[in-house]
T-cell receptor, first 115, second 109 residues
């Protein structure tokens, strides 16, 4: 059973479009995250949600909006896609937040390409 | 300048050899320091997590050390295997997470 799953795995779209990436975890964790990994493989946290409440919101453009219908899901919606949004996006989950020593489990990633 | 610096950027070793990866950070204070392994095309996998009061943590052939005074951490890999070829990422966490750029390790037969 996949602990943290993301769909789609690949997403190719035109500039200006709106797209969503879905994430689900079956670990019963209270905290979920979205990360962006750029072309230089540098990871950066975007959002952290704990029990459907936003905890961390790094300096991310407001074109990016996380939506958490329940604590097992954290979807990422992106409006007006730009070329610079091309990256691999990872979802992750853990029981407690980043200041705890709880292990984070990452999904397989979604490679977004904006043309 | 990144608050978490890793060295070397890349490393090639022969199977069976040991190696040590370095992580220097300026994040202060911090709650914990983590090491992740990321295979190509996959999500990171947690190797070790240390609080600021811990000096060492092992996970099989992986041993992480932490010196909070000098703000340095290292990841030592013993008896390397071909499957150890991956990127190793150091992360310092407080209320958020600061990632190093990673060290790309290649283990050759």
């Amino acid at each position: 059973d996949t602990a943290v799953s993301q769909t789609p795995k690949y997403l190719v779209t035109q500039m200006g479009n709106d797209k969503s990436i879905k994430c689900e975890q079956n670990l019963g964790h209270d905290t979920m995250y979205w990360y962006k990994q750029d072309s230089k493989k540098f990871l950066k946290i975007m959002f952290s949600y704990n029990n459907k409440e936003l905890i961390i919101n790094e300096t991310v453009p407001n074109r990016f909006s996380p939506k958490s219908p329940d604590k097992a899901h954290l979807n990422l919606h992106i409006n007006s896609l730009e070329l610079g949004d091309s990256a691999v996006y990872f979802c992750a989950s853990s029981q407690a937040g980043v200041s705890s020593t709880d292990t984070q489990y990452f999904g397989p990633g979604t490679r977004l390409t904006v043309l | 300048k990144n608050q978490v610096e890793q060295s070397p950027q890349s490393l090639i070793i022969l199977e069976g050899k040991n190696c040590t990866l370095q992580c220097n950070y300026t994040v202060s204070p911090f709650s914990n320091l983590r090491w992740y392994k990321q295979d190509t095309g996959r999500g990171p996998v947690s190797l070790t997590i240390m609080t600021f009061s811990e000096n060492t943590k092992s996970n099989g052939r992986y041993t992480a050390t932490l010196d909070a005074d000098t703000k340095q951490s290292s990841l030592h890999i013993t008896a390397s295997q071909l499957s150890d070829s991956a990127s190793y990422i150091c992360v310092v966490a407080n209320n958020d997470m600061r990632f190093g750029a990673g060290t790309r390790l290649t283990v050759k037969p």
